[in-house]
């Protein structure tokens, strides 16, 4: 089975380049299925009709983190489908589900969603512990699970690769926006990487314009943060689990312009 995942897709430069260029992307890797985190399609959180974009233009199972209820509509989408996850470890209260299984008819696959707690908003609890719980709860038979962990400390990300070595197919990590290059398999046979970047313009602080984050920066207390405009990239991983074992074969990260 391939996997592709897509780094946090960052407002309307990001959202074209996925609807002009995830078809396409899927194809060249032979992908079977596609996970896309959309956490930042509005900059700050998605809205539904932005969530149904992401969905027609090749991404299966959408995951998000820290900004999910930043656009308060949501709330409703993300009970109603299952297609779109946010991390699991949010107060039980959180509408939404933090997991998925996804049937391609050929294969199923588990997306788990979790969120860090080392330099994030208060109020999630423990990812480690949360994993654990929804680990129990799968049914035996599901090999093939993969983990969009949204965090931002590399401790706390190396961490969870490590816990969770042998027990899932892959950790891959998001929300810094900056793609790391420590892709490996962890020694017990899960695929690993800090961060899988962004999907946004390449030329920019996290996707935001670099004019406006420098006066931030400098300490312009009237300044609004933009989305920046420019040239688009794609960023992700491609991820080759074991058919029979859920193993992962390999990870490979991917930039494309
Ligand atoms: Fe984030
Ligand atoms: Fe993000």
């Not at 897509?6 to 407002?11: E, S």
């Not at 999630?124 to 129990?136: Q, R």
């Not at 699970?145 to 899932?168: C, M, P, Q, W």
């Amino acid at each position: 089975m391939i996997v592709l995942a897509l780094g946090d897709v960052f407002g309307a430069p990001g959202l074209d380049i996925v609807r002009e260029k995830l078809w396409s992307v899927r194809r060249h890797y032979r992908a079977d299925i596609c996970v896309v985190n959309g956490e930042n399609a509005s900059g700050l959180g998605l809205t539904s009709a932005q969530a149904r974009t992401l969905h027609e233009s090749g991404a299966d199972v959408i995951t998000l983190g820290n900004h999910t209820y930043s656009k308060k509509e949501i709330a409703d989408f993300l009970e109603d489908n299952d297609f779109i996850i946010r991390p699991a470890n949010y107060a039980p209260s959180a509408p939404g589900r933090g997991y998925t299984i996804y049937d391609t008819g050929k294969h199923r696959l588990c997306v788990i969603n979790l969120s860090g707690q080392v330099f994030m908003r208060t109020g999630f609890e423990s990812p480690f512990l949360k994993a654990d719980e929804i680990l129990k709860k799968l049914p035996e038979d599901i090999k093939h699970i993969v983990v969009d962990f949204h965090a931002e400390a590399t401790s706390e990300k190396n961490a969870l690769g490590y816990y969770l070595d042998g027990r899932v197919s892959a950790v891959f990590g998001t929300h810094t926006h900056i793609q790391t290059a420590d892709e490996r398999v962890l020694p017990k046979g899960t695929g690993y990487i800090t961060d899988i970047g962004m999907t946004g313009v390449r030329e920019s602080v996290l996707g935001s314009s670099v004019e406006s984050c420098l006066k931030f920066f400098l300490g312009d207390p009237l300044i609004r943060i933009e989305t920046a405009s420019g040239q688009a990239e794609i960023c992700g991983v491609i991820i080759e689990l074991d058919d029979k074992t859920g193993k992962c074969v390999s990870i490979e990260r991917m930039r494309i312009s």
